[in-house]
Nanobody, 120 residues
Framework: VQLVESGGGLVQPGGSLRLSCAAS????????MSWFRQGPGKERELVAAISIYDTPPIYLDSVKGRFTISRDDAKNTLYLQMDRLQPEDTAVYSC??????????????WGQGTQVTVSS
């Protein structure tokens, strides 16, 4: 199993970034996927999660309306569109593979992560 994130970087407050997670080594279309983040001196937290079904994704309250998680099963790729970024969004963002088809069963593999820094 391999998860490789990309798309992080330095952005000014109010800006946007799109993260990607290229997955391999498992049936991507059969697993729930998610994005986690860990800010400096903070615990890792779940940012967004998506099942294999056409059900509403799950979002951390502080990112609702600003972030959008999506997946392209044909490309084995997970995305996180982040708009109206704020300094408190600064963190290492990692994608994670679900144990099953829904986020309810938790996650068993994480990527190395990509750094997102929001600063003027």
């Amino acid at each position: 199993v391999q998860l490789v994130e990309s798309g992080g970087g330095l952005v000014q407050p109010g800006g946007s970034l799109r993260l990607s997670c290229a997955a391999s080594g498992f049936p991507f279309g059969a697993k729930a996927m998610s994005w986690f983040r860990q800010g400096p001196g903070k615990e890792r937290e779940l940012v967004a999660a998506i099942s294999i079904y056409d059900t509403p994704p799950i979002y951390l309250d502080s990112v609702k309306g600003r972030f959008t998680i999506s997946r392209d099963d044909a490309k084995n790729t997970l995305y996180l569109q982040m708009d109206r970024l704020q300094p408190e969004d600064t963190a290492v963002y990692s994608c994670a593979k679900g144990r099953s088809y829904t986020p309810s069963y938790g996650y068993d593999t994480w990527g190395q992560g990509t750094q997102v820094t929001v600063s003027s």
